[in-house]
Nanobody, 118 residues
């Protein structure tokens, strides 16, 4: 089993920035793809925000169209940590954000709430 420590969520005004962090307990972190997903409402599906492949696959990134150019995913394998830098936040970015390791069938964090509101 993998344990995650997520941080960085909170309340921010439209146009503001936040950085989410997620640290995993697994020491083979660098072998896994990582990602961030979000759920905007309890009745909605969890959707992809950004992913990054593992080191051997070159650390390639992928973003949803709704966040492309505003959000940046990165990882620090020495710290077993994945980040999501979120800039130019909009009200529609309000959601619970989940970190992921190993794809949809892999491991999930418990989520951190991001609220974008004036």
């Amino acid at each position: 089993q993998v344990q995650f420590v997520e941080s960085g969520g909170g309340l921010v005004q439209p146009g503001g920035s936040l950085r989410l962090s997620c640290t995993a307990s697994r020491t083979t972190f660098s072998d896994y793809s990582v990602g961030w997903y979000r759920r905007q409402a309890p009745q909605k599906e969890r959707e992809l925000v950004a992913t990054m492949t593992n080191v051997l696959s070159g650390g390639r990134t992928n973003y949803s169209d709704s966040v492309k150019g505003r959000f940046t995913i990165s990882r620090d394998n020495a710290k077993n940590t994945v980040y999501l830098q979120m800039n130019s936040l909009k009200s529609e970015d309000t959601a619970v954000y989940y970190c992921n390791m190993g794809g949809k069938a892999g491991y999930w964090g418990k989520g951190t709430l991001v609220t974008v509101s004036s």
